[in-house]
């Protein structure tokens, strides 16, 4: 997830990407650190050795034709991508393909760092993943990135309250005005992400999404996007939370509360519903085998599709995950076109989910024996990643985000009549340099 910028960041980035062409033509601006077959990875940190396993795995399968060197990025969204971004703009060769948080694509992509995947690769790589994240790894129709793992949220509930308030979360209908009126009926709370922070605007843009509608659109015009989350569907999105936050089943805690509050509210004796990534569902399963929760949690524990705004509107679940990038600057591209392809395939895929427990972009994995029995709801996370609704594809993701963030926080003080309407301001005038976050 990306981080707050300004107008002056966005100079800087602009700048940056000059320095980099005129560094690109120079000689001695960065070395092939690594050997001529050595391809450098740069990851997102896992303790669990699954990506570094799927690194060797690819270098074993090659035939020596390359080996991937893992480097670990730091473990903050915003650490990541100053990373990315300083060594890209200075046109280091020695960094050849490097994991990407989605928002950040369109802007590594539009200042030039990223190789753009021919028709013939983008066909091959693409094959078997999901319809949404392809979505993520575009930019002005070209494949800019290629989707690796691909999380979503789905409601997670618990079985005696949806049963004592006579209501099925898994009917297709089944909306979130049914839920807050269930919780209120049981006394139950609702957990989701309420603090001022991305998570936050996870749940904006899946609501106005859920609805229909968009926060912004023409996004391949940069800067001069039409911003459209003053709209009916964005003030339907208003109406709900305004209704969870002001209603008994909202969190006492609700805006200052991240996806762990709201898990560990859930497995508590209040819990009823819960907006979550299947990490909860693993985090569960540990707590229950380490002693710290009852048994009989897990038990009534059940999971369904993201609710729906309108009846008759199918719900677009939010979409996490990361893509993989070349740099543009690596001078083994075609190697790391091969690697990618490698790290991409169904068995690779099946070491990071069931390793590391990140859903994956590539759908056939899904079907496997083993991920079906460590995660029963295979079929529900697959569907739910396929039809998921992307936040806001665009360079200047981090300043939209940030201007939602400040409008439609706390979720307590939300107003459907005006927020909408304040948030629509802020980020037409943050884009446009009239005011900086």
């Not at 074993?60 to 473990?75: D, H, K």
């Not at 999380?151 to 209501?167: D, E, H």
């Not at 075609?334 to 790290?343: D, P, R």
Request: hydrophobic share 40%; aromatic share 8%; glycine share 8%.
């Amino acid at each position: 997830m990306i981080g707050r910028r300004t107008a002056g960041h966005r100079r800087s980035v602009a700048a940056a990407a000059a320095a980099a062409l005129a560094c690109s033509a120079l000689v001695g601006c960065g070395g092939d650190a690594g050997g001529a077959r050595t391809l450098n990875w740069y990851i997102n940190p896992d303790n669990t050795g699954a990506t570094q396993e799927a690194a060797a795995q690819c270098s074993r399968n090659s035939g020596g034709r390359y080996t991937i060197a893992t480097s670990v990025l730091p473990a903050t969204a915003d650490g990541q991508r100053e990373q990315i971004v300083r060594r890209l703009a200075a046109g280091d060769p020695s960094i050849d393909f490097m994991t990407i948080d989605p928002p950040y694509n369109p802007e590594l992509a539009s200042a030039g760092w990223l190789y753009e995947f021919t028709d013939a690769q983008r066909s091959e790589l693409l094959t078997d993943i999901l319809e949404s994240p392809i979505k993520t790894a575009e930019w002005k129709g070209k494949l800019v990135g290629v989707p690796y793992s691909a999380n979503t949220q789905l409601l997670w509930y618990r079985k005696s309250v949806a049963q004592k308030a006579g209501v099925d979360p898994t009917s297709p209908t089944f909306t979130w005005d049914q839920m807050i009126d269930a919780a209120v009926r049981t006394n139950t709370i609702i957990s989701e992400q309420g603090k001022r922070y991305e998570g936050y605007m996870v749940w904006v843009n899946g609501l106005i999404e859920s609805a229909g509608g968009s926060i912004i659109r023409d996004n391949e015009r940069g800067r001069d996007a039409t911003v459209s989350i003053d709209s009916p569907e964005g003030r339907e999105a208003a109406r709900i939370i305004a209704k969870l936050a002001n209603s008994p089943a909202a969190d006492p805690a609700l805006s200052t509360a991240d996806e762990e509050v709201g898990r560990i509210t859930f497995q508590g004796e209040r819990g009823g519903f819960m907006l979550n990534w299947p990490y909860a569902y693993a985090s569960l399963q540990g707590n229950v085998a380490d002693g710290t929760t009852d048994p009989s949690v897990l038990e009534d524990v059940a999971w369904a599709r993201y609710p729906r705004v309108k009846a008759d509107v199918p719900s677009k679940p939010p979409i996490g995950g990361a893509n993989i990038g070349i740099s543009k600057f690596s001078t083994k591209k075609e190697l790391a076109v091969e690697a990618v392809k490698c790290l991409i395939s169904p068995p690779m895929q099946k070491i990071r989910f069931l390793g590391l427990g990140d859903p994956v972009a590539t759908g056939s994995v899904y079907d496997d024996p083993d991920v079906r029995a460590k995660y029963p709801m295979a079929d529900l996370m697959r569907e739910s990643i396929n039809d998921a609704g992307p936040r806001p594809i665009t360079p200047y993701y981090g300043d939209v985000s940030a201007a939602v963030q400040r409008t439609w926080h706390t979720p307590a003080g939300v107003n459907p009549e005006t927020t909408p309407a304040t948030a629509a301001k802020l980020i037409d005038d943050v884009l446009h340099d009239r005011r900086l976050l």
